[in-house]
């Protein structure tokens, strides 16, 4: 995978102005594998969540769509380029069962 301009850069200075600009605890996970990624969003689904607490996922990288699958995949530090079954990826469609999952009320994943 070619190396990205920004996502260190943009993670950071998001990060950054939720900490000092809205109160945010904020939590920065760089270059992770897959199981790196699926054990921390799953860590964040079992926090106890208050009613107005907020959850916020900024994903930055590369992405890949599978045209049979009909599946999009998160890229991962491990994920490797000659993968015809996505085993080495992170599907949306699961990513995006795990986020519905989550007790927070308030999420937002980007």
């Given amino acids: 995978w070619s190396d990205l301009t920004n996502p260190v850069f943009d993670a950071t200075a998001i990060a950054k102005e939720l900490e000092e600009n809205?109160?945010?605890k904020v939590e920065r996970v760089f270059n992770k594998s897959k199981q790196e990624?699926?054990?921390k969003i799953r860590e964040y689904?079992?926090?106890n969540?208050?009613?107005d607490d907020q959850l916020f996922i900024f994903i930055a990288g590369?992405?890949?769509?599978?045209?049979?699958?009909k599946?999009?995949?998160?890229?991962c530090k491990d994920s490797r380029t000659n993968d015809e079954t996505y085993?080495?990826?992170i599907p949306f469609s699961v990513l995006?069962?795990?986020i519905d999952n989550n007790p927070a009320k308030h999420i937002f994943l980007t």
């Fill in 49 to 51: 969540y208050g009613t």
């Fill in 45 to 47: 689904a079992k926090r």
């Fill in 62 to 69: 590369h992405g890949q769509f599978d045209d049979l699958g």
């Fill in 22 to 24: 809205y109160g945010f």
């Fill in 71 to 75: 599946d999009g995949y998160i890229v």
């Fill in 96 to 98: 995006r069962t795990t």
């Fill in 87 to 89: 085993d080495s990826y």
């Fill in 37 to 39: 990624v699926l054990t």
